[in-house]
């Protein structure tokens, strides 16, 4: 079964502070795909970024960086210098089953 | 407008009552999605159709009846809900319903049944 663990429910740090967020998955496909999603207080999840299982090359994008893990089954985000609009609810998904599983998501508060 | 569009964004309903929830995408996409949020749940796949036709019926209450009549409308036809169906209701779409293609995401309708 295809499954998406976000651990931390929710996470706060102080405005300018680096954060990660862990992402752990659990399938038995060997190709697979792997997203972040982003979701605002007004509820639109915001596309972050896409990952297939056979890319192991970190990513960055300004202030985001991904870190996939194969061996340990991870696909955790970083955001550096963390701002107040950073704050939203951050998803984890894989594509598995014909579908896009969710992880419970992760509450990110930044304070200023 | 652009992306995918949902309306109404807010929505309160008694039991008894008929209402639906309609979503646009201008995207091109030929696959479209309803998804449900609930308070402490991850996201749950309702429906999905590909090319209008319905090929995901995720175990969803008869309650819930969704209409695709073109690529880009979405309709989900709400009857006789209980109040455990209040939600955030997502839609969304991609190129078509497979694993290399991201889905969008509209707005939301925030649905509240009492």
């Known amino acids: 079964a295809q499954k998406v663990t976000q651990a931390q429910t929710e996470n706060s740090v102080v405005e300018k502070e680096d954060v990660t967020l862990d992402c752990v998955y659990e399938t038995r496909d060997t190709t697979y795909y792997l997203f972040w999603y982003k979701q605002p207080p007004s509820g639109e999840l915001v596309f972050l970024i896409r990952?297939?299982?056979?890319?192991?090359q970190n990513e960055i994008s300004g202030r985001y960086s991904w870190n996939f893990q194969k061996s340990t089954s991870s696909f955790n985000f970083t955001i550096t210098a963390s701002q107040v609009v950073d704050s939203a609810v951050y998803f984890c998904?894989?594509?598995?089953?014909?579908?896009?599983?969710f992880g419970q998501g992760t509450r990110l508060t930044i304070n200023p | 407008e652009t992306g995918v569009t949902q309306t109404p964004r807010h929505l309160v309903m008694g039991m008894t009552n008929k209402k639906s929830l309609k979503c646009e995408q201008h995207l091109g996409h030929n696959a479209m999605y309803w998804y449900k949020q609930s308070a402490k749940k991850p996201l749950e796949l309702m429906f999905v159709?590909?090319?209008?036709?319905?090929?995901e019926n995720n175990s969803v209450p008869s309650r819930f009846s969704p209409e695709c009549p073109n690529s880009s409308h979405l309709f989900l036809h709400l009857h006789t809900l209980q109040p455990e169906d209040s939600a955030l209701y997502l839609c969304?779409?991609?190129?078509?319903?497979?694993?290399?293609?991201?889905?969008?995401f509209g707005p939301g309708t925030r649905l509240t049944v009492l």
């Open positions: 998904a894989l594509w598995g089953a014909q579908k896009l599983v």
């Open positions: 159709y590909n090319f209008k036709e319905q090929t």
């Open positions: 990952r297939n299982s056979f890319d192991e």
């Open positions: 969304a779409s991609s190129p078509v319903s497979q694993d290399t293609d991201t889905q969008y």
